[in-house]
C-alpha cells in the first residue's frame, strides 16, 4: 500500500481536509491504487511515447495583435469581493 | 395546444404555418420549468427569454434554430446570468460574456431559457454531486432514479420534453451516458469542431462541447450550424469540415459496423442484450457488415485508470483560478494564502477534494513517472488500438450503459467498471461519439453508443439516423411513456 502524507498533499493544492474527509479519501485512494495496476498490467506501456494530445493536425495560428477594449474596469471587477476603487485588496503580504 | 414534447423541427412547422409564437412557447415552457421537480436547474433567464421571444416577429423559414428555446449546462458562461458550474466555490459569479457555442445559438434567434444543474464542476458520472444535490431521472416512480452526469439537468429536462434540445459537455461521457439513461440522443463531435470558449475547462484535451436533443438530426443540425474555427479558442479547427447534412439520409449498405465482444460478453441485461441483438439483425438487414471484434481487454481495462489519473491531475491546474480573491465565493482569512485556502475548503465539496489529492499525488516528482507519465501512455496505448479498429470498420456499435438508469445508491449493474466506461475512449481520441434510444426496459430507457474516428462524424450521424429509423424512437420523452 503506497504511504502518502495527506496534509501535505493538500496544502500544496491550499485546500484543508476534516478527519471524515482524510479517512473517506483513504478509502477512495486505496480503491484507485487498485485500479491503477491495470495501467501496470498494459503490454509495453513503459515503451511506448506519452500521448498528450491525439490529433496530429497542425492547429498554431497567430492572430493581428489588435489592441480592443472588451470590458471597464469595474466590469472586470465586479465578480470580487475585495474590490475598492480600482484595486482588490487583500490583507497586507509584507508586514 | 401544448407546445412541449415537440422537437426542434415539429416547433419551427408551428412558427412557419403562424400557429404559435416564439412568445408563447416560451411562457409555457417557464411554465413547465418552474413545476419541475427533478431538482434541473440552477439560475433562470426567464425574464430575458421573455423579451427576446417578444421581439421575434417575423419566422425565418430556413432557420430551423429561430424562436426555439434551449436549455444551458451550468458550466458554460453566460453573459450576465449566474454560472457556479453547481459547485459552492463560484456561487454569485455572474460572466461577462456568453460561451462561443451560445453566442452562435444565439445569433440564429434560439432562445436560451435556464441553466441546468450538473456534477460539480463537471466531475462525475451520476448527477448526485451537484452543490443543489440529486439530479433525479423522470422515468420510473418519482424521485428514485438517477439519470447521470455530469450533463444531468440537461438531459432530465429534454427527456422531460420541456425543451427540444439544451447544451451539455463531454470529459468521458458526460453527455453520452446520461442519454442513455434519459432515453434521448446525445452527441458529442470531433474534438476542436466546437469552440470550448466559456466552457469551465475540466481536462481540456479530453472537454468536448455537445448536445442532447430528441432526434439525431437535430443533433446533426446543432453541429452543422455551431461548428467551426473561432479565434477565442485556438484549439478549434483551422480547416472547415464538411457538412454532415448532406448524407445523413445514405443507405447503410457496404458500412462497416465493429461490435466490441469483450464488452458484449459483459453485458447481463437480458432485454438490453435482446434489444442489442435485434438492432445488430435489422442492421444487416439494410446490408450493413457488423462483426463482433475480439479486443484486447487488458486494454478495456486501462480505460478507467487512464481516464482518472490524467483527468484528476490536469483538472489541479484548470482549477488553480478558483482563489476567491477575483471572483467566487471568497471566505476571509488572515492572509490571501487563508483566504485561498478557506475559501476553496469550503467552497469544494469533498469529491472534487478528492479528485484534486489524487491529481496532485500522481503529479508528485517521485510518482509522475509510475502514475501520470503511465497513464500518457497508456492514453496512446488506448488510442492506437482503436485508431487501428478505425481503419476496418466506421463505427464501434455498443450498449451506451449495461442497463437502464439505477436507483438511487444503486450500483450500474454488472459493474466490472469496463462496461460502464468504456465511452471515455472517444474522449482519448478526440473521437465524435453517439448516445440514442435503443429501446425500453421495464418502462426504462435503455440506449445504445457509436463511436468513430476523427472527422468521421458525417459517417456516423448518418448511421446514427439510420438506426433512429429502425428502432422508430424518434422524439422519445417521458410523456409518451408513462
Known amino acids: 500500500m503506497e504511504k502518502i502524507d495527506i496534509k501535505k498533499l493538500a496544502r500544496e493544492i491550499l485546500i484543508s481536509l476534516s478527519p471524515e474527509e482524510e479517512k473517506e479519501f483513504m478509502e477512495e485512494f486505496s480503491y484507485f491504487i487498485e485500479q491503477f495496476k491495470k495501467l501496470e498490467a498494459l503490454p509495453h506501456v513503459d515503451e511506448v511515447a506519452p500521448m498528450f494530445f491525439p490529433i496530429k493536425e497542425e492547429r498554431d495560428f497567430l492572430r493581428e495583435d489588435e489592441p480592443e477594449a472588451l470590458y471597464s474596469t469595474k466590469e472586470i471587477l465586479s465578480n470580487s469581493k475585495n474590490m475598492k476603487d480600482t484595486f482588490i485588496v487583500i490583507p497586507k503580504v509584507v508586514k | 395546444m401544448s407546445h412541449l414534447n415537440l422537437t426542434i423541427s415539429e416547433l419551427h412547422a408551428l412558427y412557419v404555418s403562424g400557429m404559435t409564437t416564439p412568445l408563447n412557447v416560451v411562457n409555457e415552457v417557464i411554465d413547465a420549468l418552474q413545476k419541475d421537480k427533478n431538482n434541473i436547474l440552477e439560475a433562470t433567464m426567464f425574464d430575458e427569454a421573455r423579451a427576446f421571444a417578444a421581439t ?11 424562436g426555439i428555446p434551449f436549455l444551458v449546462k451550468d458550466n458554460f458562461a453566460t453573459k450576465g446570468t449566474e454560472t457556479n458550474g453547481s459547485s459552492n466555490i463560484l456561487n454569485g459569479y455572474i460572466p461577462l460574456f456568453d460561451a462561443e457555442v451560445i453566442t452562435r445559438l444565439k445569433a440564429l434567434k434560439a432562445i436560451p431559457i435556464a441553466k441546468t444543474t450538473l456534477d460539480e464542476l463537471g466531475m ?149 442484450i435482446k ?35 490524467l483527468s484528476c491531475a490536469e483538472t489541479i491546474t484548470c482549477n488553480a483560478n478558483l482563489t476567491g480573491i477575483n471572483f467566487g465565493n471568497k471566505v476571509e482569512g488572515n492572509s490571501y494564502e487563508e483566504i485561498v485556502l478557506n ?24 510518482k509522475r513517472n509510475a502514475y ?30 449495461p442497463s437502464h438508469a439505477p436507483r438511487i445508491g444503486e450500483k450500474s449493474e454488472p459493474n466490472s467498471e469496463i462496461e460502464n466506461n468504456y465511452m471515455a475512449i472517444a474522449n482519448f481520441g478526440g473521437y465524435p461519439s453517439i448516445t440514442l434510444p435503443l429501446g425500453l426496459d421495464k418502462g426504462l430507457p435503455l440506449g445504445v453508443n457509436l463511436t468513430s474516428h476523427i472527422h468521421q462524424d458525417g459517417k456516423l450521424l448518418n448511421i446514427a439516423y439510420q438506426i ?5 424512437l424518434y422524439n422519445l420523452h417521458v410523456g409518451q411513456v408513462k
Open chain 2, 56 to 66: 421575434l416577429k417575423v419566422v425565418e423559414e430556413d432557420n430551423l434554430l429561430w
Open chain 2, 124 to 272: 462525475g458520472g451520476k448527477g448526485i454531486t451537484g452543490h443543489k444535490g440529486i439530479t433525479y431521472n423522470p422515468y420510473g416512480e418519482e424521485k428514485t432514479r438517477i439519470v447521470g452526469g455530469s450533463s444531468s439537468g440537461s438531459a432530465s429536462g429534454v427527456a422531460s420534453g420541456y425543451v427540444p434540445f439544451s447544451l451539455g459537455s463531454d470529459t468521458g461521457d458526460s453527455i453520452r451516458k446520461p442519454a442513455s439513461w434519459a432515453g434521448i440522443v446525445g452527441f458529442k463531435p470531433t474534438w476542436g469542431e466546437i469552440s470550448r470558449f466559456g466552457l469551465y475547462s475540466f481536462m481540456p484535451t479530453l472537454d468536448h462541447v455537445g448536445f442532447f436533443t430528441r432526434s439525431v438530426y437535430e443533433s446533426a443540425y446543432l453541429y452543422e450550424v455551431t461548428k467551426g474555427f473561432d479565434e477565442k479558442d485556438f484549439t478549434t479547427n483551422i480547416k472547415p469540415s464538411p457538412s454532415v447534412l448532406s448524407d445523413i439520409t445514405t443507405p447503410l449498405k457496404g458500412r462497416k459496423i465493429a461490435v466490441l465482444k469483450p464488452i458484449m460478453d459483459v453485458m447481463r441485461n437480458q432485454n438490453l
Open chain 2, 275 to 309: 434489444e442489442f441483438n435485434s438492432l445488430v439483425q435489422k442492421l444487416k438487414d439494410q446490408g450493413a457488415i457488423v462483426d463482433f471484434v475480439p479486443f484486447d481487454e487488458a486494454i478495456l481495462a486501462a480505460i478507467l485508470p487512464t481516464y482518472f489519473m
Open chain 2, 343 to 366: 475559501t476553496r475548503t469550503a467552497g469544494f465539496s469533498s469529491k472534487i477534494k478528492y479528485r484534486f489529492l489524487l491529481g496532485n499525488f500522481v503529479l508528485q516528482k517521485s
Open chain 2, 372 to 401: 501520470y507519465d503511465r497513464a500518457q501512455r497508456g492514453r496512446r496505448i488506448i488510442v492506437d488500438a482503436f485508431n487501428a479498429l478505425f481503419e476496418t470498420y466506421d463505427t464501434i456499435l455498443l450498449p451506451a450503459a
Open chain 2, 468 to 472: 433512429e429509423q429502425l428502432t422508430n
